[in-house]
């Protein structure tokens, strides 16, 4: 975010804003030589800085001076979201991306934030031009508490972006697994695939996320061939994570399933320890 301005006026207005000086601010929005709603180049005003800020007294000076209050970026201070809102803020107001204050609130694990805009009317079934929800963009960071929040505000737990990546596979690759748990509970498709052919389960083998695995075999995802032809143990062994070869092996993944080349897994790996669980024979000079 840039402080940078076109005048020394408008300049002091944002460093007033930004440090919380009420005073400074009061003498110069009263000077009548500059407007509350002064902006930068990148379209920042001075009602956004201190919100940002979180100042509080600053930004209901603003407000009280007529800064637009529906130009305003989303951030993290419940107490100033809920003077915006006494003011008539917007829940409907979009960026460019198409993101709302709650996709941004959600994004960044604003909890309370998310609270007052479900309260206020915001759409939790809100999107980014590229299809993604406010549950998506929380599965994504790891937000547990708000995707309780937009599951019990009706979010749905299996709508995804679209390339077709759902909250679920999100966080499975990213490695979250309590949001694993919330979403699988919650009713979240264990097999749901991307356009690519991947599933949840097949990118935290890939990724070698032991937790977020154990979370899923609960729920008796697909251990066979996939759609993009290859298999979850496939993955567990492109890793050369013997971990998640042995949590696989341990749910009846076949380790002769070959993949669309006919490929045994022992034949993509050099580690001797994967070898040595998926073909014992090979090392002990039997075949």
Known sequence: MSFKKE???ANAVFWAARKGNLALLQ???NSGRVDAD??????????????????YDCVKELIMQGADINYQREQGHH??????????????????????????????????VVDILLKNGANVHDQLNDGATSLFLAAQEGHVTVIRQLLSSGAKVNQPREDGTAPLWMAA???????????????ADRDADRQDG?????????????????????????????????TVLHAAVLSGNLQAVLLLLGANAD?????????????????????RVLHP???????
């Open 7 to 9: 005048t020394p006026l």
């Open 27 to 29: 003498l110069l929005l």
């Open 38 to 55: 002064c902006r930068d180049s990148y379209g920042t005003t001075a009602l956004m800085v201190a919100s940002y800020s979180g100042h």
């Open 79 to 112: 107490d100033i979201v809920k003077l915006l809102f006494e003011f008539g803020a917007s829940t409907e107001f979009q960026t460019k991306d198409g993101g709302t204050a709650l996709t941004v609130a959600s994004q960044y694990g604003r909890s309370k």
């Open 173 to 187: 690759q990213l490695g979250h697994s309590e949001v694993v748990k919330v979403l699988l509970l919650r009713g």
């Open 198 to 230: 991947t599933t949840a389960l097949f990118k935290a083998a890939l990724k070698g996320h032991h937790s977020v695995i154990e979370e899923l075999l609960k729920f008796s995802p697909s251990l066979g061939l996939l759609k993009n032809g290859s």
């Open 255 to 275: 380790p002769m399933l070959p993949n669309k080349n006919d490929e045994l897994p022992g034949d993509l790996t050099k580690n001797d320890r994967i070898l």
């Open 281 to 287: 024979k090979i090392l002990n000079g039997d075949s």
